[in-house]
């Protein structure tokens, strides 16, 4: 299985602040990499794919950037409603794997 | 988009089936791989497998034994079995659309928690 590693696992932040998430793979996905916003109580929200491709309806603030083994997710101006823990994926193989998450708090 | 709904019983007891039905609505069961996805309390994600309409699945291979999918094309519905089930298989049930094109799960039903005890 392929292994994913995200950090940091939390952190603080304030509204406007950029923030940067990385993800790192156990080996190379090429760049099958999605990344995911997950609210309390709510399913999971497909942000990005292919490592750097906006889903239909995200705003341009999330940008992903990367390829092989090293990944990040960046939030260009934080949002009130940005407040949440993402997860990164990878579907190069299955099964398909997660990231551990990484929560983003209010400072 | 389409919608999903995953329903089922919210309580199982050890060693017993977990069964769960996910309908499908606003879009054909023919058009993406169909996958469940669990997420125990105050945990991460773990991917459990998918399957195409034609009955084509795959799993994952830490749970493929205990693991029975099927879609009901008629219904537009699709259903997870798993067996010998344990208190580590209390989980918030995700069914979720995969997208063969993008590779993302881009739709997501709301979830179903299960919680194994006796």
């Known amino acids: 299985d392929i292994q994913m590693t995200q950090s940091p696992s939390s952190l603080s932040a304030s509204v406007g602040d950029r923030v940067t998430i990385t993800c790192r793979a156990s080996?190379?996905?090429?760049?099958?990499l999605n990344w995911y916003q997950q609210k309390p109580g709510k399913p999971p929200k497909l942000l990005i794919f292919?490592?750097?491709s906006l889903q239909s309806g995200v705003p341009s603030r999330f940008r992903g950037s990367g390829s092989g083994t090293d990944f990040t997710l960046t939030v260009t101006s934080l949002q009130p409603e940005d407040f949440a823990t993402y997860y990164c994926?990878?579907?190069?193989?299955?099964?398909?794997?997660f990231g551990q998450g990484t929560k983003v708090e209010i400072k | 988009q389409v919608q999903l709904q995953e329903s089922g019983p919210g309580l199982v007891k050890p060693s017993e089936t977990l069964s769960l039905t996910c309908t499908v609505s606003?879009?054909?069961?023919?058009?993406?791989?169909w996958s469940w996805i669990r997420q125990p309390p105050g945990k991460g994600l773990e991917w459990i497998g998918y399957?195409?309409?034609?009955?084509?699945?795959f799993h994952n291979p830490s749970l493929r034994s205990r693991v029975t999918m099927s879609v009901d094309t008629s219904k537009n519905q699709i259903s997870l079995k798993l067996s010998s089930v344990t208190a580590a298989d209390t989980a918030v049930y995700y069914c979720?659309?995969?997208?063969?094109?993008?590779?993302?799960?881009?739709?997501w039903g709301q979830g179903a928690l299960v919680t194994v005890s006796s």
């Open positions: 080996q190379d996905v090429n760049s099958y």
């Open positions: 606003d879009g054909s069961i023919r058009n993406y791989y």
């Open positions: 292919g490592a750097s």
């Open positions: 994926q990878q579907s190069y193989s299955t099964p398909r794997t």
């Open positions: 979720a659309s995969y997208n063969s094109d993008s590779y993302g799960f881009d739709s």
């Open positions: 399957m195409f309409y034609t009955g084509s699945t």
